[in-house]
């Protein structure tokens, strides 16, 4: 397989006549991507399967911050995120359905999950290569020259190394018995989903919160006529959490928001939030890596999750183009797990710190999601 080369390329790579790929790429999400991008950009090839049979258009993550963005520059995408994203924001903080403060928040970039994703697949194609979808891993076999993963349909793709940024529920992570270790809750802490609320201003990231304890928060995404609801779960007569759907997020609404003429529409995503404080207790095995959610997963608070993912695929782009293109042995593989390792055990501090403070917080009229960004 051959990619594109950017004009200014100057590189060497050991090509392998044996394989599919220098490097194949488990996940298409903003980790997955951006090793990609990355790595394609320097005249490596690289195949990047997706088991999804087609892109989401989920809000999910929706924010970058200053680093990633610094890196989507080198890359060549900035201007693409930055196009569909809004710079700051300001939070419109309620109580007891009250407004009771206005915070502007002015780090990084919000912008929705799936833009994102899409910037980085138009810019991966202008490399020549384009994402498989439908291609789900099902086994991984390694020796001193290669790796073999084999795919649900029978299919194999040979490559010289192997990256999972599958997400939390990593099949790469499972089928190289890598422990995820650390804790989480069984019940959800939070629904979430993407819907529209035709009446009500695209000004503010709302956020209501009551005395109870209880709270709902909608946030508008740039691009779109859709919010980012986040709540805590509805619970029915014997205390049980109700699934999220529309009906639940409009009584949800109703109950904090006390906005009777906003009727909440079109839920494009439905979902719900636990909380996760885990990693990986390593994050290479031979030539297969872990990167991103695959690796480590934490609380929300701040906005790290994605950012994180994104740092840790440029840490990986930047390990194995050394490798390949010969500019460092093999044993400069290690360095990877040298750098991101000790990363990953404080984004899972410090967002448990900043998610401690946020629901405390938020008991406080005034207060609201701000306080995990101090």
Not at 6 to 11: C, S
Not at 109 to 138: F, H, N
Not at 246 to 273: K, N, V, Y
């Amino acid at each position: 397989m051959t990619n594109a080369v950017d004009a200014d390329a100057d590189v060497d790579v050991r090509v392998d006549a044996h394989a599919d790929a220098d490097v194949l790429i488990v996940g298409s999400g903003p980790t997955g991507l951006t090793l990609a991008c990355d790595l394609a950009r320097r005249g490596i090839a690289v195949r990047i399967v997706e088991g999804r049979p087609a892109p989401h258009r989920e809000s999910r993550g929706k924010g970058l911050q200053a680093e990633s963005l610094a890196l989507f520059e080198e890359l060549g995408v900035a201007g693409s995120v930055r196009s569909k994203g809004q710079e700051g924001v300001v939070l419109r903080k309620y109580f007891d359905g009250e407004p009771v403060r206005d915070t502007a928040v002015g780090r990084g970039l919000l912008i929705g999950q799936w833009q994102v994703e899409e910037s980085l697949r138009d810019r991966l194609a202008g490399l020549g290569v384009r994402v498989e979808y439908g291609s789900r891993l099902a086994g991984i076999t390694q020796d001193a020259d290669g790796v073999r993963a084999l795919l649900e349909d029978g299919s194999v793709i040979r490559s010289g190394y192997l990256a999972g940024c599958d997400g939390g529920r990593s099949t790469t992570r499972k089928l190289l018995s890598i422990p995820f270790e650390g804790s989480g809750e069984e019940e959800p802490a939070m629904v979430i989903g993407d819907v529209g609320a035709p009446g009500l201003s695209r000004e503010f990231w709302h956020q209501w919160f009551s005395s109870d304890g209880g709270g709902i928060m909608l946030c508008p995404m740039p691009g779109t006529d859709a919010f980012q609801l986040q709540a805590a779960p509805e619970t029915d007569e014997r205390g049980e959490m109700l699934p999220p759907s529309l009906e639940s997020f409009q009584r949800l609404f109703d109950r904090h928001a006390r906005m009777p003429g906003i009727r909440l529409t079109e839920p494009t995503w439905l979902s719900s939030w636990r909380v996760n404080v885990r990693m990986a207790t390593r994050i290479r095995e031979g030539r297969a890596f872990l990167a991103g959610d695959a690796a480590h997963v934490h609380p929300i608070a701040g906005g790290l999750g994605m950012n994180t993912g994104i740092q840790d695929a440029a840490a990986l782009g930047r390990t194995l183009a050394a490798v390949l293109t010969g500019s460092a042995g093999e044993d400069a593989l290690d360095a990877y797990q040298a750098e991101r390792l000790p990363v990953a055990a404080e984004v899972l501090a410090d967002t448990a710190r900043r998610y401690e403070r946020v629901v405390a917080a938020v008991r406080e009229p005034g207060r609201g999601t701000e306080a995990g960004l101090d």
